[in-house]
């Protein structure tokens, strides 16, 4: 299980993600990241109970099942359609990561985005061949590669120049290097109201998409769900400090090729400094994060498809082949995404968890029983917080708006926060569409 539940955070997103964004920023994303995972663990902790419990008494499957239970399905397509499109960014995030994986580990024979897609071919071709079974295998193997690979590159990297407080030394000694342990590092944008709030909307979420909702459901007891958030942890904390001196022997010791992005930090350092061995180890890893990352988000999406829209439409078979197709169709979007989007990995994965966090009030208020929760409240805020996030970011439509990141605040925290505010705000002043007293009665009865 400890290298499973690893799987889950040592994906692409960490392997190439975390670590190019510690490369081009410095020490505000390692301290943005480990206070992001704190508060991903803290909602884990305080849901996964809850989660569990419902999903056995009532039967969900998808996070969408519990918003239709209480405001209907209008809201939980709506819901379900929007938790869609952030569980294809996120595909893409991790595509995109083993685009580079496979440039890095042919040693640069096979262009970016040749190795994107032939990467998802592969995947894909894994996935309908092995099934779940051999899923949860391939994510125990990823897991344990990963690890091994983030600890084995920084204690390799460290020692070519005399260990880790030599390499330090070595920073500190030089000024344009200095910068990136200070805040707000490399470049001015990570100030800490921007630090501040990128962690509460990665951080938050994260917890409500499909298929860590899917991981929550699955544990064969509501203890075992609310201990993943310490896995989580005993897994991640030495983790992010790896990756932060693989991205800082990166900035001090190696130059990255002209045009190509810091994402690839580590597996250009491992291709420059590794043995061909171990870098087909490197490769491996990153193969079996696509495998598990990948298919653990198109199967939610599948899931989603399946259960929230055409549930008692199909028959198990029926069901089984619509999910096979919408997981292709899914895999051909997130490549098209990750082709044409410039984002780094973490841009994309952040984008992800902020989409998740827009819907995190009305899962949290369906989740709680909120009697005065409002079905119109939920179409609104939902849609508002997606709009406001969009129009606050440059790479998305902050071109057209002129607006990106305004007053230093991350976009997704000011959809985040439109979304919480409107949500409550509105729920109190409508009185019509609120829960049935019926419902809210059966949820309080399940407990936590």
């Known amino acids: 299980m400890l290298f499973s539940t690893a799987a889950a955070q040592y994906s692409a997103l960490f392997f190439l993600g975390f ?11 390692y301290t943005a990241i480990a206070h992001m995972y704190v508060l991903t663990s803290a909602a884990f902790y305080a849901l996964g109970g809850r989660m569990w419990k419902l999903s056995r008494r009532f039967g969900h499957v998808t996070p969408t099942d ?29 595509t995109k990561g083993i685009g580079y994986m496979f440039w890095a580990c042919t040693y640069e024979t096979i262009p970016i985005d040749v190795g994107t897609v032939l990467a998802i071919v592969i995947i894909i071709i894994a996935t309908l061949i092995s099934g779940q079974k051999g899923t949860a295998w391939v994510g125990a193997l990823q897991g344990f590669l990963l690890l091994a690979g983030v600890f084995g590159g920084a204690l390799y990297f460290t020692s070519l120049h005399g260990g880790v407080a030599k390499t330090f030394e070595y920073i500190i000694s030089n000024p344009d290097l200095a910068k990136g342990l200070t805040v707000p590092g490399f470049t001015p944008i990570w100030t800490y109201s921007y630090l501040a709030t990128w962690m509460i909307a990665v951080g938050l979420g994260w917890p409500i998409h499909t298929h860590m909702y899917q991981k929550m459901i699955s544990a064969k007891s509501p203890t075992i769900s609310r201990g993943y958030p310490f896995i989580i942890q005993a897994t991640f904390a030495p983790g992010i400090f790896c990756g932060f001196l693989i991205a800082m022997t990166a900035r001090a010791f190696v130059t990255l090729p002209k045009g190509v992005t810091p994402d690839v930090a580590f597996v250009y350092q491992a291709m420059l400094l590794f043995h061909p061995v171990f870098l087909g180890f490197i490769g491996a890893a990153g193969l079996a994060a696509m495998q598990s990352s990948i298919d653990a988000q198109a199967l939610g999406i599948a899931t989603q498809v399946t259960n929230d829209f055409l549930k008692g439409k199909l028959t198990p078979r029926g069901a089984a082949r619509v999910a096979m197709v919408v997981k292709l169709l899914m895999a051909v979007i997130a490549v098209w995404v990750a082709l044409t989007s410039p984002a780094m990995i973490l841009t994309l994965g952040g984008f992800a968890s902020a989409f998740g966090a827009i819907l995190a009030p009305v899962l949290l208020s369906a989740l709680f029983g909120w009697r005065y929760g409002n079905k119109y409240a939920a179409f609104i805020a939902m849609l508002a917080g997606y709009a406001v996030t969009f129009c606050f970011d ?35 002043a409508i009185p019509a569409g609120r829960p049935k007293e019926e419902v809210l009665r059966e949820m309080r009865e399940v407990g936590w």
């Open 394 to 428: 440059k790479k998305l439509l902050g071109w057209a708006t002129g607006l990106n990141h305004p007053l230093g605040i991350y976009s997704g925290f000011w959809g985040t926060l439109v979304s919480f505010l409107l949500f409550f705000v509105l729920s109190l």
């Open 66 to 94: 519990v918003v239709s239970q209480v405001y209907g399905k209008g809201v939980g397509y709506l819901f379900s359609i929007l938790m869609i499109i952030a569980l294809i960014t996120y595909m893409a995030a991790q």
């Open 19 to 29: 670590i190019g964004y510690m490369y081009k920023f410095g020490a505000p994303l």
